[in-house]
């Protein structure tokens, strides 16, 4: 059984807000849990709660704090948003961007665009999740080594040891104790900046 694709449309104006719910079920999406924030005002709480797996955002010609507005309340890192407006700016397209937005579309929104424009701005959005989660593992995996190459330099000095013996006595450590190397590594590193 496939889940429910949850759209949170913002869409000051009604008869807009239907013409694009109405393209939304047209272009496919017609098994969708579709949203219709028509007044800005607690928006950021109102997406969180609708916890949408979509955001869909329609303005004419928005001023820079009010996209500004709407890319911190839509949550650009937690999932897919689609921005569209009927001009061009570059300011405004970078500030976009920067913010997490996934797609930006100038010429305002057409039923016939609405699917490939969202599949579009879905896959950018995993594609760069992706990216962030490898970004963060290999910034983890540094710092780790950071610390188990500081640990076995503390070992070197103290016991006079090879950096191969420093680095087997971690990890004899670390097996003894059931935690990870770095872990072990991290503890030695805390108690030798106590003791100086």
Known sequence: ???????????????????????????????????????????ARRIAAAKPDLVLIDLASPSRDEM????????????PVAMFVDRSDPGLIRAAIEAGVSAYVVDGLRADRIRPILDAAIARFHMFRNI????AATRAALEERKVIDRAKGLLMRAKGISE???????RRAA???KRKIADVARALVMAADLLR
């Not at 009604?14 to 924030?37: K, N, P, Q, S, W």
């Not at 500004?68 to 999932?79: D, F, S």
């Not at 962030?132 to 970004?135: D, F, M, N, S, V």
Request: glycine share 6%; aromatic share 2%; net charge negative.
């Open 1 to 43: 059984m496939t889940r429910t694709l949850s759209i949170t449309i913002v869409e000051k104006d009604r008869e807009r807000a239907a013409m694009i719910r109405d393209a939304l079920i047209e272009a496919g999406t017609m098994d969708a849990d579709i949203t219709v924030i028509g007044d800005d005002t607690g928006l």
């Open 132 to 135: 962030r989660e490898e970004l």
């Open 164 to 170: 191969d013996e420093a680095y087997a006595l971690l």
């Open 175 to 177: 097996m003894d104790q």
């Open 68 to 79: 500004e507005e709407l890319t911190l309340a839509t949550g650009p890192l937690e999932r």
